[in-house]
Protein backbone atom coordinates (compact mmCIF):
# COMPACT_ATOMS: atom_id res chain seq x y z
CA UNK A 1 0.00 0.00 0.00
CA UNK A 2 1.47 3.50 -1.07
CA UNK A 3 1.37 5.81 1.52
CA UNK A 4 1.87 9.90 1.54
CA UNK A 5 5.57 10.93 1.72
CA UNK A 6 6.26 13.96 3.27
CA UNK A 7 9.17 15.56 3.08
CA UNK A 8 8.71 19.63 3.13
CA UNK A 9 11.64 22.07 4.33
CA UNK A 10 10.53 23.43 7.19
CA UNK A 11 11.91 26.69 6.16
CA UNK A 12 9.91 28.33 3.35
CA UNK A 13 13.21 29.48 1.91
CA UNK A 14 16.40 31.08 3.03
CA UNK A 15 18.35 34.59 1.80
CA UNK A 16 21.73 35.04 4.03
CA UNK A 17 20.42 34.14 7.72
CA UNK A 18 16.37 35.32 6.90
CA UNK A 19 14.12 31.91 6.82
CA UNK A 20 10.92 32.17 7.08
CA UNK A 21 9.31 28.99 8.63
CA UNK A 22 5.60 27.49 7.73
CA UNK A 23 4.70 27.24 11.27
CA UNK A 24 5.53 30.70 11.97
CA UNK A 25 3.60 31.70 9.04
CA UNK A 26 0.65 29.27 9.78
CA UNK A 27 1.15 30.83 13.24
CA UNK A 28 0.98 34.58 12.30
CA UNK A 29 -2.26 33.56 9.97
CA UNK A 30 -4.08 32.08 12.71
CA UNK A 31 -3.74 35.35 14.83
CA UNK A 32 -4.84 37.24 11.71
CA UNK A 33 -7.70 35.21 11.11
CA UNK A 34 -8.99 35.86 14.46
CA UNK A 35 -8.59 38.79 14.54
CA UNK A 36 -10.74 39.23 11.66
CA UNK A 37 -13.65 37.06 13.39
CA UNK A 38 -13.56 39.42 16.51
CA UNK A 39 -13.78 42.39 14.15
CA UNK A 40 -16.96 40.79 12.64
CA UNK A 41 -18.66 39.87 15.74
CA UNK A 42 -17.70 43.53 17.19
CA UNK A 43 -19.33 44.91 14.45
CA UNK A 44 -22.51 42.53 14.74
CA UNK A 45 -22.97 43.29 18.29
CA UNK A 46 -22.06 47.40 17.63
CA UNK A 47 -19.37 47.35 19.75
CA UNK A 48 -16.25 49.53 20.01
CA UNK A 49 -13.38 47.93 17.70
CA UNK A 50 -10.98 50.44 19.01
CA UNK A 51 -9.65 47.60 21.86
CA UNK A 52 -9.37 44.81 19.35
CA UNK A 53 -5.63 45.56 18.87
CA UNK A 54 -4.68 45.89 22.35
CA UNK A 55 -7.08 42.75 23.08
CA UNK A 56 -4.93 40.72 20.52
CA UNK A 57 -1.35 41.39 21.69
CA UNK A 58 -2.55 40.45 25.09
CA UNK A 59 -3.92 36.86 23.38
CA UNK A 60 -0.93 36.40 21.51
CA UNK A 61 1.50 37.34 23.82
CA UNK A 62 -0.36 35.22 26.78
CA UNK A 63 -0.21 32.29 24.22
CA UNK A 64 3.30 32.60 23.44
CA UNK A 65 4.31 33.07 27.19
CA UNK A 66 1.90 30.18 28.02
CA UNK A 67 3.18 27.78 25.59
CA UNK A 68 6.86 28.23 26.50
CA UNK A 69 6.10 28.09 30.13
CA UNK A 70 4.05 24.65 29.65
CA UNK A 71 6.49 23.22 27.80
CA UNK A 72 9.20 24.25 30.04
CA UNK A 73 7.25 22.83 33.08
CA UNK A 74 5.56 20.27 31.70
CA UNK A 75 7.22 18.26 29.58
CA UNK A 76 11.35 19.63 30.47
CA UNK A 77 11.54 21.30 33.57
CA UNK A 78 14.70 18.83 34.52
CA UNK A 79 15.99 20.77 31.71
CA UNK A 80 15.54 24.09 31.48
CA UNK A 81 15.33 24.67 34.83
CA UNK A 82 19.03 24.64 35.45
CA UNK A 83 19.34 26.92 32.18
CA UNK A 84 16.64 29.42 32.55
CA UNK A 85 18.46 31.35 30.02
CA UNK A 86 17.28 29.28 26.96
CA UNK A 87 13.81 29.54 28.14
CA UNK A 88 13.91 32.89 26.31
CA UNK A 89 15.55 30.68 22.58
CA UNK A 90 11.77 29.96 21.65
CA UNK A 91 13.28 29.81 17.99
CA UNK A 92 14.68 26.30 19.07
CA UNK A 93 11.05 24.91 19.70
CA UNK A 94 9.44 23.72 22.37
CA UNK A 95 5.59 25.18 23.08
CA UNK A 96 2.83 23.46 25.00
CA UNK A 97 -0.64 24.35 23.41
CA UNK A 98 -2.11 23.78 26.86
CA UNK A 99 -0.07 25.75 28.36
CA UNK A 100 -1.28 28.85 25.50
CA UNK A 101 -5.06 27.95 26.28
CA UNK A 102 -4.34 28.68 29.85
CA UNK A 103 -1.40 31.48 28.77
CA UNK A 104 -5.02 33.08 26.83
CA UNK A 105 -7.34 32.75 30.01
CA UNK A 106 -4.77 35.32 32.40
CA UNK A 107 -4.77 37.34 29.35
CA UNK A 108 -8.15 37.90 29.23
CA UNK A 109 -8.18 38.61 32.88
CA UNK A 110 -5.76 41.07 32.78
CA UNK A 111 -7.07 42.25 29.48
CA UNK A 112 -10.43 42.77 30.98
CA UNK A 113 -9.32 44.19 34.49
CA UNK A 114 -8.45 47.52 32.00
CA UNK A 115 -11.12 47.44 29.48
CA UNK A 116 -14.17 46.88 30.28
CA UNK A 117 -15.95 45.82 27.10
CA UNK A 118 -17.50 42.81 27.71
CA UNK A 119 -17.17 40.56 31.46
CA UNK A 120 -14.66 37.63 31.44
CA UNK A 121 -16.77 35.04 30.70
CA UNK A 122 -18.30 36.79 27.76
CA UNK A 123 -15.06 37.42 26.22
CA UNK A 124 -14.12 34.08 26.36
CA UNK A 125 -17.20 33.06 24.41
CA UNK A 126 -16.50 34.86 21.70
CA UNK A 127 -12.63 34.25 21.50
CA UNK A 128 -13.30 30.86 21.68
CA UNK A 129 -14.61 31.31 18.14
CA UNK A 130 -11.86 32.93 16.88
CA UNK A 131 -8.77 31.55 19.06
CA UNK A 132 -10.27 27.62 17.17
CA UNK A 133 -9.15 28.44 13.70
CA UNK A 134 -5.74 29.49 14.83
CA UNK A 135 -5.15 26.41 16.89
CA UNK A 136 -6.57 24.74 13.62
CA UNK A 137 -3.43 26.01 11.96
CA UNK A 138 -0.96 25.92 14.04
CA UNK A 139 -1.43 22.18 13.57
CA UNK A 140 -0.84 22.38 9.92
CA UNK A 141 2.54 24.54 10.94
CA UNK A 142 3.21 21.34 13.01
CA UNK A 143 2.53 19.05 10.11
CA UNK A 144 4.90 21.53 8.08
CA UNK A 145 7.65 20.65 11.19
CA UNK A 146 7.20 16.78 11.05
CA UNK A 147 6.37 17.11 14.54
CA UNK A 148 4.27 15.49 17.19
CA UNK A 149 3.95 12.82 14.80
CA UNK A 150 1.30 9.32 15.09
CA UNK A 151 1.94 6.30 16.11
CA UNK A 152 3.18 3.60 13.19
CA UNK A 153 -0.18 2.66 11.67
CA UNK A 154 -1.56 0.80 8.40
CA UNK A 155 -4.51 2.73 7.85
CA UNK A 156 -4.73 4.13 4.19
CA UNK A 157 -4.49 7.55 5.31
CA UNK A 158 -0.80 6.97 7.10
CA UNK A 159 2.06 9.32 6.49
CA UNK A 160 5.62 8.66 6.31
CA UNK A 161 7.73 11.37 7.89
CA UNK A 162 10.98 11.15 6.19
CA UNK A 163 12.70 13.40 7.71
CA UNK A 164 12.06 11.30 11.04
CA UNK A 165 11.92 8.11 9.12
CA UNK A 166 10.46 5.40 7.23
CA UNK A 167 7.20 4.43 8.88
CA UNK A 168 3.67 5.08 8.00
CA UNK A 169 2.24 6.72 10.93
CA UNK A 170 -0.82 8.41 12.54
CA UNK A 171 -0.63 12.30 11.50
CA UNK A 172 -2.05 12.80 14.54
CA UNK A 173 -1.31 17.02 14.07
CA UNK A 174 -3.89 16.49 11.42
CA UNK A 175 -6.60 15.26 13.12
CA UNK A 176 -6.20 18.02 15.96
CA UNK A 177 -6.77 20.31 13.26
CA UNK A 178 -9.85 18.90 11.68
CA UNK A 179 -11.46 18.51 15.04
CA UNK A 180 -10.29 22.25 15.95
CA UNK A 181 -11.46 23.67 12.64
CA UNK A 182 -14.91 21.61 12.99
CA UNK A 183 -15.35 22.89 16.37
CA UNK A 184 -15.09 26.71 15.03
CA UNK A 185 -17.19 26.05 11.69
CA UNK A 186 -20.37 24.74 14.39
CA UNK A 187 -19.94 27.34 17.43
CA UNK A 188 -19.52 30.13 14.28
CA UNK A 189 -22.67 28.62 13.26
CA UNK A 190 -24.00 28.95 16.64
CA UNK A 191 -23.24 32.50 17.33
CA UNK A 192 -24.85 33.62 14.27
CA UNK A 193 -28.24 31.60 13.99
CA UNK A 194 -29.10 31.33 17.37
CA UNK A 195 -29.06 33.31 20.67
CA UNK A 196 -26.23 30.97 23.02
CA UNK A 197 -24.01 33.67 22.84
CA UNK A 198 -26.47 35.55 25.39
CA UNK A 199 -25.82 32.88 28.15
CA UNK A 200 -21.87 33.75 29.45
CA UNK A 201 -19.77 30.51 29.16
CA UNK A 202 -21.88 28.16 27.35
CA UNK A 203 -19.55 28.43 24.35
CA UNK A 204 -16.22 28.39 25.41
CA UNK A 205 -17.49 25.44 27.74
CA UNK A 206 -18.75 23.84 25.03
CA UNK A 207 -15.73 24.68 23.00
CA UNK A 208 -13.29 23.56 25.86
CA UNK A 209 -15.50 19.66 26.18
CA UNK A 210 -15.51 18.94 22.72
CA UNK A 211 -12.00 20.49 21.79
CA UNK A 212 -10.25 19.08 24.59
CA UNK A 213 -12.36 15.46 24.70
CA UNK A 214 -11.25 15.04 21.17
CA UNK A 215 -7.68 16.30 22.16
CA UNK A 216 -7.78 13.39 25.11
CA UNK A 217 -8.89 10.57 22.70
CA UNK A 218 -6.32 11.75 19.77
CA UNK A 219 -3.19 11.09 22.20
CA UNK A 220 -3.87 7.27 22.34
CA UNK A 221 -2.58 7.58 18.37
CA UNK A 222 0.09 10.22 19.22
CA UNK A 223 3.89 9.61 20.05
CA UNK A 224 4.44 10.68 23.99
CA UNK A 225 6.41 14.38 23.64
CA UNK A 226 8.36 13.17 26.80
CA UNK A 227 10.59 9.86 27.72
CA UNK A 228 9.37 10.19 31.44
CA UNK A 229 5.72 9.73 30.11
CA UNK A 230 6.44 5.86 28.89
CA UNK A 231 4.43 3.46 30.88
CA UNK A 232 1.96 6.13 31.95
CA UNK A 233 -1.29 5.23 32.05
CA UNK A 234 -2.12 8.53 30.68
CA UNK A 235 0.47 11.11 28.71
CA UNK A 236 0.51 14.38 29.84
CA UNK A 237 -0.99 15.50 26.65
CA UNK A 238 -4.14 14.03 28.16
CA UNK A 239 -3.80 14.67 32.32
CA UNK A 240 -3.83 18.44 31.16
CA UNK A 241 -6.85 18.32 29.50
CA UNK A 242 -8.48 16.85 31.96
CA UNK A 243 -9.21 19.93 33.74
CA UNK A 244 -9.95 21.97 31.20
CA UNK A 245 -13.07 19.13 30.12
CA UNK A 246 -14.19 19.14 33.62
CA UNK A 247 -14.29 23.22 33.63
CA UNK A 248 -16.24 23.29 30.15
CA UNK A 249 -18.58 20.72 31.83
CA UNK A 250 -18.62 23.52 34.78
CA UNK A 251 -19.87 26.09 32.63
CA UNK A 252 -22.33 24.41 30.76
CA UNK A 253 -24.19 23.61 34.27
CA UNK A 254 -23.99 27.48 35.27
CA UNK A 255 -25.37 28.17 32.36
CA UNK A 256 -28.05 26.05 32.84
CA UNK A 257 -28.81 27.02 35.91
CA UNK A 258 -29.24 30.65 34.77
CA UNK A 259 -31.81 29.62 32.24
CA UNK A 260 -33.91 28.13 35.09
CA UNK A 261 -33.68 31.23 36.95
CA UNK A 262 -34.96 33.19 34.16
Known amino acids: MKHLVWN ?9 PFAPRWYGLFFSLGFLLGYWIMAQI ?18 FLGTLIGARLGHVLFYQPDYYLP ?26 YLYQRKYR ?19 S ?23 IFARLDTMPRHPAMLYEAICYLVVFLILYAVYWNTELI ?54 LHKGQETIKRH
Open 137 to 159: LIRIGNFFNSEIIGVPSSVPWSV
Open 83 to 108: RPWEILMIWQGGLASHGGFAGVLIAI
Open 198 to 251: KIPGRVVGAAFIVSFSARFLIEFVKENQAHFEQGMALNMGQLLSIPFVLVGLWL
Open 42 to 59: YRHERRREENLSSLFLYV
Open 117 to 135: DLSFLALCDRLAIAILPAA
Open 8 to 16: VDPEIFRFG
